[in-house]
């Protein structure tokens, strides 16, 4: 079981471990892994790149050589010139990567017997199938004249399905004898069995080359070739023995030998294989998973991986060789598998509290005869809000702990808005355990210093066979119920149940209702009180619900806010109100759209993007759009929000504080708010007629506003005698049932050509 009750129904981490070992083991031990390691090992090449010792120099048969001397295969004169001028200007070996297994021609064919007969130091090429199978079947040996006085090496290799070698074999057998390869005969190295692997990080550029045709000419500096090594060639690929250099790119055949050579000059490789680095895995993996904190497991896997990444390339340059993604493959699986687990954890816990909240509750398998038990704080939400940042889960604690009392090791699901929720032994007498838990609340509860008086109720739902979201959502019901009644507690009424299904699930139908064009917007007109004109309107989100009919915006629009849900809405409504505004003023009409815009969303980095992004693609000017911030009281010091209202601003976009006169909407608010309007709350405005007090709250707060070069938008005109006192007190823009009730875009339009006409008449 996993902390907090939650099922755990996940592999052990031990078998994880094995598991996760026994399977990469055979991928690497089929060659899965190796494309892989050879793609970093490039990588690492890259980073430390050195040239050749310049002891070797290959003679190129190259494209000039086949254009100045004919061409291939050449008459066996040619390669009796070379061995001749190059044996006179003093090359220590000569080897051939061309193979001579048949007689031609007699004449040349004597010339070139006898240049190997008085150079002394020529080597011929065994060809093999492998580096590992000995050579068999037909011969491949050199012509009986040749190598007759000649060495013999072994030219054998073996390449993968990109045409590259990664190793070389020290020698390679050939009728009971070891013959040396030709990397070994260029470094110096005796015959013996085995392979080893090619340092690619030499550069393959830095090696002397001379043209085959000025070697044959005798066009060459003496000096390049004296007490050299000479590897002789093809490297142009109208002959072919081209083979490709990982890092590099398609190469002559000899350059692999040559690089072989370097490899073994600097000196003896060293291959650990990957079983190593795969142990050193298997015991970081070990280790982390069974850190607790998911930092620390963090720390544990990273530096596994750095030290997998970095090490190899500190090998590499001593030449020693070990494979590292079987390891890498051990470390980012388990790592992967623990964090998805971690997030799915995650899921099912309170962000904050770090309570299981109800999703874990759901995964919880707890018997269907327990008792369910919902505590709700009534006043959860204004106590947050009157608490400094970051104190909510010292809230949290104190109501934990209160309601822990008698049974510290109850399991407490905690969910949105003060909600708490518990199993029970069904056959407890909750009366007495209720009213117990109810009574310690009477006592304020200390949070940052500073008392709070918390309002709790209870609901029961006795042990049934229906859904765990049902029973839950019953005993919900039945503590709002007892809120409602001024009871403490009370039990389940099944005929709640349909409204507290369709209060757990509306955010998620909402969501879908957006989707499904069942949420529409109205326009409620806003009217300019100097000139008598309609100037602009109000976009406000209307849902009709297939089943329920019209859901009231203060019910889903509030709830939205509450749980973080606002953004898809707004974006919704924004889109249509823009497209509707592009569309009255492409008609001539100037025309205004205001929309309603959650505080929450001030913390949104991409929010202003898309509102320029919404305006351009509609081509309505940013003036005419007015963003109406609501809940204010969520501004408060906060820097982030602030910037990004003066993004928007400087963007061209009006700012409206909404409902002024309410909650903590103040001078102060309007000394540090950039907004153009204020928009002072129905409230004041419709008790104006018969309340002196409000009157003048709505005269000083035009007086204040246009004193500060600011707009005033009265909302909640629904009487004449208020529209003549605005028109008095010159307010700017007037809104209410009395100017027009929220219309379709139809509907509005129709308005603005009736009051266009009756202007002009």
């Not at 929450?600 to 081509?619: E, N, P, Q, S």
Request: neutral net charge.
């Amino acid at each position: 079981m996993l902390k907090h009750g939650i099922r755990n129904k996940e592999m052990p981490t031990v078998r994880l471990l094995m598991w996760t070992a026994l399977v990469i083991a055979f991928l690497t031990a089929i060659g899965l892994t190796e494309p892989l390691d050879q793609f970093l090992r490039t990588s690492r090449n890259h980073l430390h790149p050195h040239a050749a010792s310049g002891d070797i120099v290959l003679v190129s048969i190259d494209d000039q050589s086949l254009a100045s001397l004919g061409r291939w295969p050449w008459p066996r004169r040619q390669h009796a010139r070379l061995v001749d001028n190059l044996s006179a200007a003093g090359a220590k070996k000569i080897l051939f990567d061309i193979t001579f297994e048949s007689a031609s021609n007699p004449v040349d064919d004597a010339l070139l017997a006898k240049a190997i007969e008085q150079s002394k130091r020529v080597t011929l090429a065994l060809r093999g199938p492998s580096t590992t199978d000995p050579i068999g079947g037909r011969s491949y040996e050199p012509f009986a004249a040749f190598k007759r006085h000649a060495q013999l090496g072994s030219i054998a290799v073996t390449y993968n399905f990109q045409n590259s070698v990664w190793n070389l074999p020290y020698a390679t057998s050939w009728k009971g004898a070891q013959v040396p390869s030709y990397s070994a005969i260029l470094s110096g190295q005796p015959p013996k069995n085995g392979e080893y692997p090619i340092d690619y990080s030499i550069n393959p550029q830095t090696v002397p080359a001379i043209s085959a045709s000025a070697v044959v000419q005798s066009k060459f500096d003496p000096r390049v070739f004296a007490g050299k090594s000479v590897i002789i060639g093809p490297t142009s690929e109208v002959i072919g023995d081209q083979y490709y250099l990982p890092g590099v790119g398609k190469m002559g055949g000899a350059y692999i030998h040559i690089l072989g050579a370097e490899t073994l000059k600097a000196g003896k490789p060293i291959v650990l294989g990957w079983v190593p680095a795969f142990l050193l895995a298997l015991g970081v993996a070990a280790f982390g998973a069974f850190r607790q904190r998911q930092i620390q497991r963090n720390l544990v896997f990273a530096a596994g991986v750095s030290v997998l990444l970095a090490a190899p390339l500190l090998l590499d340059a001593r030449l020693i060789f070990v494979d590292v993604v079987p390891a890498l493959a051990m470390i980012v699986n388990i790592w992967g598998v623990l964090a998805w687990r971690n997030l799915k954890k995650r899921g099912l816990v309170n962000a904050v509290s770090g309570l299981p909240n109800l999703s874990a509750l759901r995964a919880s398998g707890s018997s269907r005869d327990q008792a369910i038990i919902a505590c709700r704080v009534l006043n959860y939400e204004e106590v947050l809000a009157s608490l400094p940042p970051d104190s909510e889960r010292q809230l949290v604690e104190q109501v934990v702990a209160r309601l822990k009392v008698g049974s510290n090791n109850r399991i407490l699901y905690q969910g949105d808005a003060g909600i708490f929720v518990w199993f029970e032994d069904a056959k407890l007498p909750f009366s007495h355990h209720i009213e117990a838990l109810g009574a310690l609340f009477r006592k304020a509860a200390r949070v940052g210093g500073l008392p709070i008086d918390l309002a709790v109720t209870f609901g029961v739902e006795i042990g049934s066979s229906r859904s765990l979201q049902n029973r839950v959502a019953s005993a919900l019901v039945a503590a709002e119920e007892a809120a409602h009644d001024g009871l403490k507690w009370k039990y389940h009424d099944p005929d709640t149940l349909q409204d507290a299904s369709w209060k757990l699930s509306m955010l998620s139908e909402l969501d879908e209702a957006i989707d499904r064009n069942e949420v529409g917007v109205a326009y409620q007109p806003k009217l300019d009180i100097k000139t008598r004109k309609i100037v602009g309107a109000e976009a406000l989100a209307r849902w009709t619900h297939p089943v329920k009919g019209p859901i009231a915006a203060s019910e889903f629009v509030a709830a939205a806010e509450q749980h973080d849900r606002i953004g898809k809405l707004t974006d919704f409504v924004l889109e249509k109100a823009v497209a509707a505004a592009a569309a009255l003023n492409k008609r001539g009409e100037h025309f205004e759209i205001a929309v309603n815009l959650s505080a929450r969303l001030l913390t949104d980095k991409g929010f202003t993007l898309r509102v320029a992004a919404l305006l351009a693609r509609h081509r309505l000017d940013a003036g005419l759009l007015t963003l109406e911030l609501t809940e204010t009281a969520a501004l408060a010091d906060d820097g982030e929000s602030l910037e990004m209202i003066t993004r928007l601003r400087e963007l061209g976009v009006g700012i409206s504080i909404d409902d002024y006169g309410t909650g903590l909407s103040t001078l102060d608010y309007l000394k540090k708010i950039p907004a153009n309007e204020i928009k002072i709350d129905q409230s004041f405005v419709k008790g104006m007629v018969d309340n002196r007090s409000d009157r003048l709250m709505v005269q000083s707060t035009i007086g204040l506003a246009h004193s500060l070069g600011r707009k005033v938008v009265a909302e909640g005109v629904e009487q004449r005698e208020i529209l003549d006192l605005l028109v008095e007190m010159e307010c700017d823009v007037a809104q209410g049932f009395s100017i027009g009730r929220p219309m379709s875009l139809d509907s509005l339009t129709k308005r603005l050509a009736s009051d266009r006409k009756r202007h002009v008449a």
